[in-house]
Every structure is written in structure tokens, then in C-alpha cells.
């Protein structure tokens, strides 16, 4: 890896952040008159713990992990975005991406009027490595890897991911939202080896908190300084803390909401397999399958004549004919086998 300093845009490097009264004091007191705040309606009159000491913490216990180590945002999506403008110059550098994969890389790019090199997966939805590294240059500041992969449903080759980590001198991010739903371990343990390895993670999938706006980065103390030296000073708010506190108490409702998940996901799959409309069922480690069909456009219209929502993933590349379906809960599930069986193609 390069120094951090080298991959840093010179601007951010240079930044000097907005100091908050939080910033300038955090505990226990009697009397807050630094912050310009109301005093009345308490708790919630209160700025939030810029940092989100308490929440950061109890993840910490969770995960195996210092605290220091840990960036909170506002959905993973924040956290997608400090990362290109931290290391990105606008105009000048470029990230590799996979393709097909998630679309907020695409998207947070452009704001950034930063290019991005797309790689197709191969025909088996696993990284073609030669392919990616020959697309890095000397302006490639980040390589955005989402494994479990969205919409393909499967996770990526290990020595794959760390021959990519390897090779490249700049910054690797794995996104791991379903990685929770997922065989594969995370790659969180390996942080301690790759000092360029950035890992996302999100409270929306197997946490059941996609209404809370709540995503995880993990890194390299160094990089989670540049983070919330970037992020706007009170990104997570108090809500937002207090709930998932509250959630993350009750780690045996995730647990068994995940193991029910798991089966219902086998139970869809061996409902759809008898279904002369589907061709194929994609291996899927992740709580949604991708499946193939002759016309998804016309079952996609179906299903939301009858209220079902999917998603039509078949203009999406190397998803031509796919459908992207959600494992639901097993009224839901049973009621999308009930409508697809009355479907006249």
C-alpha cells in the first residue's frame, strides 16, 4: 500500500474540520450553555455524541473489534461517498468496479465527477483478477468489491478477493452487507493485515433496521480519522443511537430472524425450481435469490397488478432475463408461489 498520505486528496489531507461544543467537551455536567441549544424537551433537545461513543462500543463487543476502528454514517451510503472524496480528485483519479454489482458506487462516483473503470464478472458471477488489476493505473485510487454481490446473490472467491488486495497500492473495500446471510466469514478479522482494506457493513439486512439509516465501515485507525474528519459533524442522530442500542441488545432476535430467512430461502427456491417459468435459480448468498425466465417483464407486470413488488433486474448486465426476489416472511413467500402459479404466459 502507499502511504495514506499519497492516496489522500491534498485538500482533505490538509483539512482542518469543524470543531463542535461536543468535540470541545465530552462527559458528565450539570449545566450544557455551549451549544446554543433549547433547554427544554429533553433528551432530544441535545446534540448528539458526534462520535457515538456508547453505540461504537457495544459494536465493538459485537464484532471483535476497538472501537477506534469503527466509522458510523448515515447508511452505507455516506460511507461510499467520504471514501471516493476522500482519496478521489475530481477530474483526475478513477475507482474499478465490478460489474454487475450495486449501484450507489456508480452514483456516488458521478456526484464526485469521478470515473469509474467497470470489470465484468465472469460468466459465473466470480472476479475475473487479471481483468481488474489490468484496468488499475496510476490515477486507481479505489477497487469497490460487494460480496455477498448484489444482484447476483453470491459471494466472491477468498484468494481472489486477496490476490486483488495484493496487488493493488491503493484502497480495497469489500462491502459486506449480506455478509451476515452469507457461508463465507467476513473479512473483518483480516483488517489487522491490510492496512488498505476497508470493509462495509449495514444494520438494514440481517438487523432488520434499513428504517434507521445505519451503516458501519471498518478500517485502519488512520482511515476512520480521514472519515470523521470528512463526515458532517452530527451524522448519526440520537434516535437513530438510542434504537439501534436498543437492537443490538437483542442479538438472538437477529440470529433467528437470519436462521428463519435461510429457510425460507430453501423453501422458495425448491417451490420455484417446479416452475416451468423459471430457467434457472442463481446460487444465492445473500436473503434474495436472482432467477432466470423467459419474460421477466410480463411477470414483473403481474406481480404488481396483484401488490407483490420484485425487482426487474433483466436490462441489468450479464442479468438478461433475471428477476430479483427478496426472501419474505413465510406469508409473504407463499403468496408469491399462489400468484406466480396463476401466471398465462
Not at 196 to 213: C, D, E, P, V, Y
Amino acid at each position: 500500500m502507499q502511504s495514506l498520505n499519497r492516496l489522500l486528496r491534498p485538500n482533505i489531507r490538509d483539512l482542518k474540520p469543524y470543531s463542535s461544543a461536543r468535540d470541545e467537551y465530552s462527559g458528565e455536567a450539570a449545566v450544557f450553555l455551549d451549544a446554543n441549544e433549547n433547554p427544554f424537551n429533553a433528551p432530544y433537545n441535545r446534540y448528539p455524541d458526534p462520535y457515538q461513543r456508547k453505540l461504537k462500543k457495544r459494536i465493538a463487543e459485537i464484532k471483535n473489534i476497538s472501537p477506534e476502528n469503527i466509522f458510523l454514517g448515515n447508511g452505507s451510503d455516506e460511507a461510499i461517498d467520504i471514501a471516493i472524496r476522500a482519496f478521489c480528485e475530481p477530474g483526475i483519479d478513477n475507482i474499478v468496479s465490478i460489474s454487475p454489482t450495486y449501484g450507489m458506487y456508480q452514483v456516488a462516483a458521478d456526484i464526485n465527477n469521478v470515473e469509474v473503470k467497470k470489470v465484468l464478472l465472469t460468466p459465473d458471477f466470480q472476479l475475473d483478477v487479471s481483468a481488474i488489476l489490468n484496468n488499475i493505473d496510476e490515477n486507481t485510487k479505489i477497487i469497490f468489491l460487494c460480496s455477498p454481490n448484489n444482484p447476483t446473490g453470491n459471494c466472491f472467491r477468498k484468494e481472489d478477493v486477496r490476490d486483488i488486495i495484493n496487488h493493488f497500492q491503493g484502497i480495497v473495500i469489500i462491502d459486506e452487507a449480506y455478509i451476515d446471510f452469507a457461508p463465507e466469514k467476513s473479512w473483518l478479522p483480516e483488517l489487522i493485515n491490510y492496512p488498505n482494506l476497508i470493509i462495509f457493513q449495514t444494520f438494514s439486512k440481517a438487523w432488520g433496521m434499513a428504517g434507521i439509516r445505519l451503516g458501519m465501515a471498518f478500517a485502519e485507525k488512520s482511515i476512520i480519522n480521514v472519515f470523521s474528519k470528512i463526515k458532517y459533524p452530527y451524522n448519526v442522530n440520537n434516535l437513530t443511537q438510542e434504537k439501534a442500542l436498543e437492537l443490538l441488545n437483542k442479538s438472538q432476535s437477529m440470529q433467528k430472524w437470519v436462521e428463519e430467512l435461510l429457510s425460507e430461502k430453501q423453501n422458495l427456491i425448491a417451490q420455484l425450481k417446479k416452475m416451468p417459468i423459471v430457467q434457472k435459480i442463481y446460487p444465492s448468498d445473500a436473503n434474495f435469490i436472482l432467477i432466470k425466465t423467459d419474460a421477466p417483464k410480463k411477470i414483473y407486470n403481474f406481480l404488481v397488478e396483484n401488490k407483490i413488488i420484485i425487482r426487474d433486474r433483466s436490462k441489468v448486465v450479464l442479468c438478461e432475463g433475471c428477476l430479483r426476489i427478496t426472501i419474505g416472511a413465510p406469508e409473504e413467500n407463499r403468496k408469491l408461489i399462489e400468484t406466480l402459479k396463476q401466471i398465462d404466459l
